[in-house]
């Protein structure tokens, strides 16, 4: 299941919760006690089911929809080049610190990873390490799913 919080203006944050056998099951959208949508608008419903549909379909939503309040200039654009980074695909936390701008920042971009969130949305779990697949914060068995899932490569 995927935990979905909403505001009144956008998707604060969404994180993953397994069943017993691993899956994702359903998305739960959570909302606090003084917000209340009927029904729950369009770009909401989108992202749910392209949440329950993982990893079939694209995600409908774009980069600059996504708040980040609180990160810094370079975790947002770590965030931004992964978001970019396909289905299927899998990229270094060096690699990814290089191409965001800063070559020797590949513990930053393991901070960002730990702090991201949007999982799926923005794929932390496609970011590895070079010598082996590096943690996740769900835990590396359910990481080890997720690629699989999308038919990645990483080994």
Known sequence: MYMV???NKHICDVFPVFDDTDRLTEVCLI???????????KEH???CAYLESY??????LKFDELVFEGRSDFHKTVYKNLFNLPKGEVITYGRLAEV????????AVGTAMGTNPYPLIVPC???VRSDSLGNYSSGVHKKVKLLEAEGAHWK
């Open 5 to 7: 919080h909403l505001t």
């Open 55 to 60: 990893p079939d379909g694209e995600c409908p």
């Open 100 to 107: 965001s701008g800063s070559k020797k920042a590949a513990r």
């Open 125 to 127: 779990h496609r970011v």
């Open 31 to 41: 909302r606090p006690e003084e917000f209340d949508i009927k029904p729950v608008k």
């Open 45 to 47: 419903e989108e992202i």
